[in-house]
């Protein structure tokens, strides 16, 4: 919701999990938004009494009315620290801890008894301990369960109840609006989750050990637990974290971008995938974007992450009424890219009316599957809409390519750039064959190409990147392919072949330490002026990040110390 990791894990045995995030780790025309998301009613839309003949303990009160409980509507911060009363489904356990037909909520605690993390058959360290710790007052209502003083604290049980209730929530939106029932079941959720590090065996790695906070949200498929180490479960989870004084459960816009990521699931728009101009993670982009719209949709305000995401700084947090477009805006990591798709959805949704807008997108991402660019997916939203409105779907259209999700070609302009000055503060990224499990007989490519546009005359092109490869500076094991006036394609990627003018490799660039260079002459260049497409490609197992770039025009062809690219083979 893909991956949304705000800092690298603390083990290197520790890899990204294969999971919907919330941490990577927008002004429309036609309407004015609010300073302020509006107010929820206290008359809860999922606060009817679905359970209200399951079984309670006869030592406990049974009370007529559903039971009452204060949380924070939308976070901590809109709030203002304060919270309101609403009305919760009835719990089915027989002591009033937070499982439901439709949620099951466990607080995990830093406390021993938790699953152990072990690697080539060592142990070292351990999840916090699973426990539902929120049960009712005395007279059955659960008004006592209040926002903790301290909020570093890593078990509180207003966490359980914030996510018990906004999980109901978000599962009424989709199953009594839009008629979805394939949740319809406990969807196990973990709040609190830290983990817990050996210090000896950290130690040995110049790290510190003890508990540490995961800053992050989460929706893991079963698989996705192997990423810490763990058994793989038999269910998905959505899992959210306690990060120093952030908790991730207490905002409801990170709640619902979970659950959507979980309504979504692992058959659709679920990784990534090669096309003819690289490698393509169109699908995990819309994954995000389709999870902050459907957010944005249950509190009627397009800001995601106020509390949950400001944190990590405030180009994290995702305001869908800020324009995005493809290419302008393309950064190749997902979170940034699903901007682009959210942002042209809420337009659509000024424009055309919430009604249509969210029954047009869910019935069109329920045909998405896991090769779904970008393009087909606004091809396949504007076809479900002329089965309603032939007059909107046009207007559908228009925004759509407004946006250019319908024609983009996933290249940018090359130019000076660096990751803290941009938008997103994204790296530029190449995967490596470790992560894809090989195959990629001339290397992996990148998820964009660059495009180089140079004057008729121009002599020479010097080119320099400051590259780091998984966490080490090093030289990456890069090539360069080159195309004039078009982008670079690939095909097959078992045993396939680059169709380029040319292939350069770039080398350790003499003068600056840790970067990267080539120099761009002769046929590298055409005569005649025009654009240089490029597309990187990593020939090693490890990923490749570059964070800064520098381009520049060069007024003769240097003689030596440039690495210098003719292309004259």
Not at 6 to 33: D, L
Not at 260 to 272: C, I, N, P, Q
Not at 341 to 352: C, D, G, N, Q, T
């Amino acid at each position: 919701m893909s991956r949304f990791v705000t800092k690298r894990p603390v083990f290197w045995w520790i890899r990204a999990a294969a999971a919907c995030c919330i941490v990577a780790s927008i002004a429309v025309a036609c309407g004015t938004e609010p300073t302020q998301p509006p107010a929820q009613s206290t008359a809860d839309a999922a606060g009817t009494d679905a359970v209200a003949d399951a079984a309670v303990d006869a030592g406990k009160p049974v009370v007529a009315e559903a039971p009452k409980a204060k949380v924070y509507f939308h976070d901590p911060t809109t709030d203002q620290l304060t919270t309101a009363q609403v009305t919760l489904v009835r719990p089915t356990t027989a002591d009033g801890t937070l499982t439901g037909p439709y949620a099951s909520v466990k607080n995990c605690l830093n406390e021993k008894g938790g699953q152990t993390m072990a690697s080539l058959g060592y142990a070292f360290g351990a999840l916090c301990k699973e426990v539902a710790t929120v049960v009712p007052d005395a007279d059955g209502h659960y008004l006592s369960i209040k926002p903790p003083t301290d909020m570093s604290d890593p078990n509180d049980g207003f966490a359980e109840l914030m996510m018990y209730h906004h999980v109901n929530q978000i599962h009424a939106y989709f199953k009594n609006v839009h008629g979805l029932t394939e949740l319809d079941h406990p969807l196990p959720a973990l709040v609190n989750v830290n983990l817990w590090y050996d210090p000896e065996i950290a130690k040995t790695h110049g790290l510190a050990g003890g508990w540490t906070g995961y800053p992050n949200a989460a929706f893991m498929p079963p698989k996705g637990f192997k990423a810490f180490q763990l058994p793989e479960r038999d269910k998905g989870h959505i899992i959210f974290g306690q990060y120093e004084k952030t908790d991730f459960s207490y905002d409801a816009t990170v709640i619902y971008h979970e659950y959507t990521h979980a309504m979504v699931g692992t058959t659709r728009l679920s990784g990534l995938f090669a096309d003819a101009h690289g490698l393509n993670n169109q699908p995990g982009a819309m994954n995000e974007g389709f999870a902050d719209y459907f957010a944005a949709a249950m509190i009627e305000y397009p800001i995601i992450g106020t509390y949950g995401l400001a944190f990590a700084g405030a180009h994290r947090v995702r305001d869908l009424s800020v324009m995005r477009k493809c290419p302008d805006d393309l950064t190749g990591q997902v979170h940034a890219d699903g901007r682009i798709f959210s942002s042209a959805l809420w337009a659509i949704r000024k424009k055309v009316g919430s009604q249509l807008t969210d029954h047009v997108i869910l019935r069109a991402l329920l045909t998405f599957t896991n090769h779904t660019s970008f393009e087909a997916a606004a091809k396949l939203i504007i076809a479900e809409a002329e089965k309603l409105d032939s007059t909107k779907a046009g207007q559908m259209e228009l925004l759509l390519k407004k946006y250019g999700l319908i024609g983009c070609l996933r290249g940018k302009e090359l130019k000076t750039w660096s990751k803290n000055n941009s938008p997103d503060k994204t790296d530029f990224q190449v995967e490596g064959g470790g992560k894809l499990g090989g195959g990629y007989k001339f290397g992996v490519p990148a998820y964009l190409q660059w495009r180089l546009p140079v004057k008729q005359g121009t002599q020479a092109v010097r080119i320099r990147w400051h590259a780091e490869s998984s966490g080490t500076f090093n030289n990456p094991n890069l090539t360069l392919a080159l195309q004039f006036n078009a982008p670079v394609t690939i095909s097959g990627i078992d045993g396939g072949k680059v169709f380029a003018h040319a292939t350069v490799v770039p080398e350790p660039d003499k003068n600056k330490s840790k970067w990267q260079s080539i120099t761009l002459a002769g046929k590298c260049i055409p005569y005649q002026g025009g654009n240089v497409w490029m597309l990187l490609l990593n020939h090693s197992l490890k990923d490749v990040r570059i964070d800064e770039i520098e381009v520049d025009v060069l007024p003769t062809v240097p003689q030596s110390g440039e690495n210098l690219a003719l292309c004259n083979k």
